[in-house]
């Protein structure tokens, strides 16, 4: 009978450490770990000068070596803290990339726009420049 | 007995209340370590307009000089040299469509004739023209025409559907210098931008 209970007690303690920690790492992960969205993004690089408005991707077309596109992102915070959003790029294209704005806050309902501005060196060879933009959002 | 019943209850609830944060738990890092949002705090659009950039010493005439006893010399991207010994050009740009919806077309420059040659009478124009037929169906100025440039924020709407069809979505711009022979000296290079909005 004493050992059942001793049984149950420990379980009962293990579970209530389990409990706790994962309780934890819940409230962690909601309130202070990042969070982040990402649009894909491309360029291309020709003797061409091409429009490519693309409304689910971050396309800029075609520029000339030497060239360079802009498009504009909106970011609305539909939350009701403030948010301090963080731009990074990936892929072969993060090199040519340029934000208007980084590392901000925005306000509860606020929204912004971003130009993002891809470029390309006199000397660039033709090719495709892909990746992806992150936006990495935390509460402030 | 009641007593430890009460007990072993409130135990029982804490391990169903313990699995339910586990669930939830793993669910909240599956979410974090594929970087898959479901709850998304943030709207993003991407807005269906592009500004492209492009310099005009791409099309490069080189070196050359007005032809003594002139007034000024005239060359383009058609292959004309007026009073001068520039080598002719043959190409302007050519502007596609690469996507899959209409375009508006505006066209700009950075510099107006005054400033990217200087001199009397200086004139820095433009001509837009389908270079594959159809391409641009609401042309909103007479295709082949010359028109001055424009350094205005907005430019010139110079094509009001932009097709994305492949046989028919690249059109030319090509560009014509009136030098006058009291003009400034050096290398010339401007930029156009096109502007192209999703109608």
Not at chain 1, 77 to 104: V, W
Not at chain 2, 32 to 46: D, Q, Y
Not at chain 2, 124 to 139: A, M, P, Q, R, W
Request: aromatic share 10%; charged share 15%.
């Amino acid at each position: 009978m004493l050992k059942r209970k001793t049984k149950n007690s420990l379980l009962n303690i293990f579970l209530l450490v389990i409990f706790i920690t994962l309780g934890l790492i819940l409230i962690v992960s909601f309130i202070l770990l990042p969070n982040t969205q990402s649009v894909k993004t491309s360029f291309m690089v020709s003797e061409k000068v091409g429009f490519d408005l693309n409304k689910n991707e971050l396309t800029f077309g075609s520029m000339q070596p030497g060239g360079s596109a802009s498009r504009a992102l909106t970011l609305e915070n539909t939350f009701n803290r403030e948010i301090i959003i963080t731009l990074n790029a990936e892929g072969n294209i993060k090199d040519y990339l340029i934000a208007s704005e980084n590392d901000f806050i925005l306000k509860p309902n606020e929204k912004k726009n971003i130009t993002i501005t891809a470029f390309s060196y006199k000397n660039q060879s033709y090719g495709n420049y892909t990746g992806k933009i992150n936006i990495i959002f935390k509460y402030v | 007995m009641d007593k430890i019943k009460k007990r072993q209850d409130i135990w029982q609830l804490t391990a169903y209340f313990a699995i339910i944060i586990i669930i939830i738990s793993l669910f909240v890092v599956g979410i974090k370590l594929t970087g898959h949002v479901v709850n998304s705090v943030i709207n993003v659009s991407i807005e269906q307009r592009a500004y492209i950039n492009f310099t005009f010493d791409e099309i490069n005439f080189g070196p050359g000089s007005i032809t003594p006893g002139n007034s000024n010399a005239t060359i383009d991207t058609l292959g004309n040299v007026i009073n001068g010994n520039w080598t002719p050009v043959f190409e302007g740009f050519t502007v596609e469509n690469l996507g899959n919806v209409n375009v508006s077309l505006d066209l700009k420059t950075n510099q107006n004739a005054a400033s990217f040659l200087g001199g009397q009478n200086p004139s820095y124009l433009y001509n837009v023209t389908n270079f594959e037929s159809g391409s641009c169906i609401f042309g909103t100025i007479n295709f082949g025409e010359w028109y001055d440039v424009n350094t205005t924020e907005d430019g010139t709407r110079i094509c009001s559907i932009f097709q994305p069809s492949d046989s028919q979505d690249t059109i030319r711009v090509d560009v014509r210098l009136v030098i006058p022979a009291d003009a400034s000296l050096g290398i010339k290079s401007d930029i156009f931008t096109a502007i192209g909005t999703a109608v």
